[in-house]
C-alpha cells in the first residue's frame, strides 16, 4: 500500500526559508510523478509544484523563484525547499503521487491518486 508522509513543516517568519520532505513507500517511485498542493484555511486546495520521473518540474505562478521542487529517487522522497517565505503562504501543504502523469503537466487535484496527511506551514508577518 503506498504512503506518503510529510514532515518539515512548522513555523517561519516571513522572508525565512523552510524544507519540507516526503517520504514515499509501498511503491515503484521511480516512475511516479510527484506533487505538493496547499490548502490555506477557507480555501480550495491548489497545486504548488510537481516534478516527474524525469526530473523535469513545473511551479506554480505563485511561488516560482521562491520554492523548488527536487526528489532523491534513491531515498524514495521528494522535497519542496520555499524560500523568501509570504503570510499567504501559511496553508497545509500536501504530498501527492501518480503513476500515470509522466507526460503531462499534472496540476490538478483529481488527477493524483495518492495523498499524505499533511504538514502545517505558518509564515509570521
Known amino acids: 500500500q503506498v504512503q506518503l508522509v510529510e514532515s518539515g513543516g512548522g513555523l517561519v517568519q516571513a522572508g525565512g526559508s523552510l524544507r519540507l520532505s516526503c517520504a514515499a513507500s509501498?511503491?515503484?517511485?521511480?516512475?511516479?510523478?510527484m506533487g505538493w498542493f496547499r490548502q490555506a484555511p477557507g480555501k480550495e486546495r491548489e497545486f504548488v509544484a510537481h516534478?516527474?520521473?524525469?526530473?523535469?518540474?513545473f511551479h506554480a505562478n505563485s511561488v516560482k523563484g521562491r520554492f523548488t521542487i527536487s526528489r532523491d529517487k534513491a531515498k524514495n522522497t521528494v522535497y519542496l525547499q520555499m524560500n523568501s517565505m509570504k503570510p499567504e503562504d501559511t496553508a497545509i501543504y500536501y504530498c501527492a503521487a501518480d503513476p500515470h502523469l509522466s507526460h503531462t503537466v499534472a496540476v490538478g487535484r483529481s488527477q493524483y491518486t495518492y495523498w499524505g496527511q499533511g504538514t502545517q506551514v505558518t509564515v509570521s508577518s
Open positions: 516534478i516527474r520521473p524525469g526530473y523535469d518540474t
Open positions: 509501498g511503491g515503484t517511485f521511480l516512475r511516479y510523478t
